[in-house]
């Protein structure tokens, strides 16, 4: 069975500040790997996505994320928070036997002034 | 092009009480998804149909919770009785088949006292 592990349930920066939220997942296929963000009261809508082609992603909002199978390992970056980005976040995986999405317990990002 | 809709948007039931929500999915999605979203949690699979068939319902508790697709578009999600536990945000989503991106509705927040 497969899972995600999200490091960090809140993680608080600085406007300006470099974004790093962490994700390990456990899967005996290779995953495609998700990100999305959930801002107060809304769906969730997806940041990126590692479909097994480049090993480093980019999104919207200017986002990235690098999928790493030695580390087991896809964590979300941003050179410089704003106010903005202020949300939870939840890394997903799905393996090829069906479309089902297996989240993790998501990380909220606070960014302070 | 037109998102997932769900309704009601919040809703507020004593236990014991019977609850429904619906979802009508992006036009043409042929998979629809029901999760359930507790708080501080990650979405947790209810629920995936493909067109009007029922794909994997593992993790729906049977005993209260039933769903269908009887014309193969949108979905009902009914609780009968709800349970304090059932607290939850209930999120629907589809996609257009195997392999295709998943999009979310906004959610439906049941709150049972």
């Known amino acids: 069975a497969q899972s995600v592990t999200q490091l960090g349930s809140h993680v608080s920066v600085s406007e300006g500040a470099l974004v790093l939220l962490r994700c390990n997942y456990s899967?005996?296929?290779?995953?495609?790997l998700f990100w999305y963000v959930q801002y107060p009261n809304q769906g969730l809508q997806l940041l990126l996505k590692?479909?097994?082609?480049?090993?480093l992603v980019k999104g919207i909002n200017g986002f990235e994320a690098e999928f790493k199978k030695s580390e087991t390992s896809f964590h979300l970056t941003k050179p410089s928070a704003h106010m903005s980005d202020a949300a939870e976040y939840f890394c997903?995986?799905?393996?090829?036997?069906?479309?089902?999405?297996?989240f993790g317990g998501g990380t909220r990002l606070m960014v302070k002034p | 092009e037109a998102g997932v809709a769900q309704s009601p948007r919040y809703k507020i039931i004593e236990k014991r009480q019977s609850v429904a929500f619906w979802c009508n999915p992006i036009?043409?999605?042929?998979?629809l998804y029901w999760y359930q979203q507790i708080l501080g949690q990650g979405p947790k699979l209810l629920i995936q149909?493909?067109?009007?068939?029922?794909?994997?319902d593992s993790q729906l508790p049977k005993d209260r919770f039933s769903a269908e697709r009887l014309k193969g578009v949108d979905s009902t999600l009914k609780i009968q009785p709800a349970k304090l536990e059932d607290s939850a945000v209930y999120l629907c989503?589809?996609?257009?088949?195997?392999?295709?991106?998943?999009?979310f509705g906004q959610g439906t927040r049941l709150t049972v006292v």
């Open positions: 149909f493909q067109n009007n068939g029922v794909v994997d």
């Open positions: 989503a589809s996609s257009a088949g195997t392999g295709g991106l998943v999009f």
């Open positions: 590692y479909t097994s082609a480049a090993t």
């Open positions: 997903a995986l799905r393996v090829n036997a069906g479309n089902m999405l297996t």
């Open positions: 899967s005996s296929v290779p995953p495609y």
């Open positions: 036009s043409g999605h042929a998979t």
